[in-house]
Each structure stands twice: as structure tokens, then as C-alpha cells.
């Protein structure tokens, strides 16, 4: 079954590093979204997007947080300098024709910043 | 905009105890309704949709019925197992293919 394919699974890092995590959506996926999960709270959308675009990053911090899809395919996101509020699981979802409206998750990367 | 509120946890039940999970919705339109569960460790899956008003979801003994005259979704089981252990979120997805989740209820089943 195809799935979703984030890395890496954990990351820890000092604060004022940077950080990237890479997510490889379900093959023909065109829309692909980044989520932050608190623990003990709910995915919060840090961007969307549709193919290559930026449909939504209306909540992603741009003063330290970038996300790109060059291709359309794989996505990356960056947090340069890592602040210890960063610790959260980071979430890569993705979803298109043929899902049936479903979002697919993958594993997600689970970043803590000491 | 769009939101979802689901009831608060912890819930920790007894196996073969009756679960229900609250869950309403405010939002603009038609919107889909999911319910997904969250393992330890894992990402989040899909458990069930229901996809405009009056359908029913349901999936592993599962259940929720879309309501929109009370905009709710709630989720039930007849008969909790140990395994059903989780965090279920609630979630509705709009036009836009926007999806907003809930803050998620963490069930514990006990022996």
C-alpha cells in the first residue's frame, strides 16, 4: 500500500540550529500539507500545497520557518534557528484524485530542541 | 471560519464498555467529516468519513452519523477493546481541501 514517507523519524537539536525534514507524498498526490502537533493537541496546518503552490502558510512562522515543493513531488520544511518551542511532532499529509477527499499521513518527525 | 470541537479527555473505560466522543462543527457549506485515530508513536489514519448529511461512517465496529441539523459527528463503539487505546481526532475537510482537526480524545481501555 502506498504510503506517505517523512524522515528523519527523530531529531534533536540545540536551539539556534537549523533543522529540515523531508516528506515524499502518496505518488500523485498533488496536494501536500505540513502539520505541527503539540502534544497532547491537535494538528495545526503550517502550509499547503497545491503542486508546486502555496495554497495556504497563513500560520507558518516565516521569520524561521520555510517550506518548499520545487517539482511538485517531495517537499521540504526548515526551521533556522531552532527555539525550544519547536518541540513538536511535524506532520507531512497529503491527499488528491483517487483519495476520496482522504488525507494521508505519514509517520511524522518527532523534533526536540534542547 | 471552519472549526471543530470535540469533548475533552482523558476517557478511560473498562473492555466491552460502551464509548461515545463528542464532536460539532461550525462551518460554511457542505463540509466532509472524518474521524482519526493516533497510535503511540504513529501518524494519524483514517478511521471513518461520512462525506454530506445523514450518512453513516463506520469502520472497525465503529460508528458516526452525520448530523447537520445539530452539526455533530459523534463517535461510538458498542464494545471497547484494549486495543482501541488511542487519540481520535475529529476533522471536517471543506471545498478548499482544507481540513481542520479537533484537540483529540485519548482513550484507555483497561482489562
Known amino acids: 500500500e502506498a504510503e506517505v514517507a517523512q524522515s528523519p523519524r527523530y531529531k534533536i537539536t540545540e536551539k539556534s540550529q537549523a533543522v529540515a525534514f523531508w516528506c515524499d507524498p502518496i505518488s500523485g498526490h498533488a496536494t501536500l500539507y505540513w502539520y505541527r502537533q503539540i502534544l497532547g493537541q491537535g494538528p495545526e496546518l503550517l502550509v499547503q500545497?497545491?503542486?508546486?503552490?502555496?495554497?495556504?502558510d497563513s500560520q507558518l512562522p516565516k521569520d524561521r520557518f520555510s517550506a518548499e515543493r520545487l517539482k511538485g513531488v517531495d517537499s521540504t520544511l526548515k526551521i533556522q534557528p531552532a527555539e525550544l518551542g519547536d518541540s513538536a511532532m511535524y506532520l507531512c499529509a497529503s491527499t488528491g484524485q483517487g483519495a476520496s477527499g482522504e488525507l494521508f499521513f505519514g509517520e511524522g518527525s518527532r523534533l526536540t530542541v534542547l | 471560519g471552519d472549526s471543530v470541537t470535540q469533548m475533552e479527555g482523558p476517557v478511560t473505560l473498562s473492555e466491552e464498555a460502551f464509548l461515545t466522543i463528542n464532536c460539532t462543527y461550525t462551518a460554511t457549506g457542505y463540509p466532509s467529516l472524518f474521524w482519526y485515530v493516533q497510535y503511540p508513536g504513529e501518524g494519524l489514519q483514517l478511521l471513518l468519513k461520512?462525506?454530506?448529511?445523514?450518512d453513516k461512517g463506520s469502520n472497525k465496529g465503529f460508528e458516526a452519523t452525520y448530523r447537520k441539523e445539530t452539526t455533530s459527528f459523534h463517535l461510538e463503539k458498542g464494545s471497547v477493546q484494549v486495543s482501541d487505546s488511542a487519540v481520535y481526532f475529529c476533522a471536517l475537510s471543506n471545498t478548499g481541501n482544507q481540513f481542520y482537526f479537533g484537540t483529540g480524545t485519548s482513550l484507555t481501555v483497561i482489562p
Open positions: 461520512a462525506t454530506k448529511a445523514d
Open positions: 500545497f497545491q503542486d508546486e503552490s502555496v495554497v495556504d
